[in-house]
């Protein structure tokens, strides 16, 4: 190796270590930090190296230091030389200060975001793990219990399992409903207790809802129920079975009730998403789901308030298939149904709860109309159909509420301009 090579190379080996040995690669970068000055360069010699002289080389690294110093936001100049970013007048300020800024808080974002996520995702995993043994423990320990009582169940319909199909799939979730529903009637058609009104999404609205339209709603709910539900599910009866005995004996266990319920979840969103976004296309939306939309501000019985055709193909179908295709246990069924139940009638209630899951998301689309269609959101981002409500006050409302505080006091919605 010449003498022009080594040079070079041992001048930008002693660059790299210089700049290794700083904190400009570690984390933010400082702005307000310069480097020593470099000691002065001895006495240019002019050395060929192939085709071109050392002086030329010198040049050259000088001018790639000065990129990197443009880039990090350091000094790498030599005595008394301003670096070149500073050369440029005030433009050139402004990219020195802000550049380097800018990317600094982007990595510590990223550091900050990835310790967050690892630190959650541990205690995730222990947290779920702790939960799901105290679970399985306890299912273990009272399951012969719920076994027993279970063959006691079977042995009063033997024969006649389709009653307790029917009464396991059909009345037990409506009694979670109409219990449910009950509650919130009473805060609906007299605003008391202000404990639970105070949390109204829409305010102003459905106070007190209108009790003409309140009883249209409610007879409409009870005929979806009692004359398309249940006859819905006597039909399907004997199809379930060919998949898998829903009144068998041996109760499933906990984990597979567990990806069960997951399926089941995943199955709904999918075919939900897709009917209702279905619904609104105009050759359906004004025959069929303009029904449902009578009500622009939602309360939770209307969460069944649809046209027949809807509550078939947007309400039952998308609860019905996961059940089908896993050839489900009527415990996991009864479980699924009132489960569904209650999250549809909180979606719909109009309050957004302490403790609750939030209903931010739907109660916008019964607002809007052509947004969030889905129910956990996850196909309306892939589907861009809830960039709308993100940039709503709505949807940093669209939380989980840990405290008694309303959001809607919290995050109040910006003031209409007047003109």
Known sequence: MSFGKKGVFVYSLHRLVLFLSSRAWLGPVDCSVTRSPRPASPPTRVTRLGSFTEIEAAKLGADRE??????????LGGAGKQPAVEMKGETGSKLHDEKPKQEGHIWGSMRRTAFILGSGLLLLVAFWNSVTWHLQRFWGASGHFW????????????????????????????????????????VDTTGKPSFISRYRIQVGKNEPVDPVKLRHSIRTVLFNQFMISLPMMLVLYPIHKLWGDPCRRELPTFHWFLLELAIFTLIEEVMFYYSHRLLHHPTFYKKIHKKHHEWTAPIGVISLYAHPVEHVVSNMLPAIVGPLVMGSHLSSITMWFSLALIITTISHCGYHLPFLPSPEFHDYHHLKFNQCYGVLGVLDHLHGTDTVFKQTKAYERHILLLGFTPLSESIPDTPKKIE
């Open 147 to 186: 076994q027993a009582q279970w063959e006691r169940l079977l042995s009063t319909f033997e024969g006649k399992e389709w009653m307790l199909f029917m009464m396991g799939a059909t009345q037990v979730p409506s009694l979670f409903f109409w219990s449910f529903n009950g509650l919130l009637l009473v």
């Open 66 to 75: 000065e990129k990197a110093g443009l880039n990090c936001g350091w000094d």
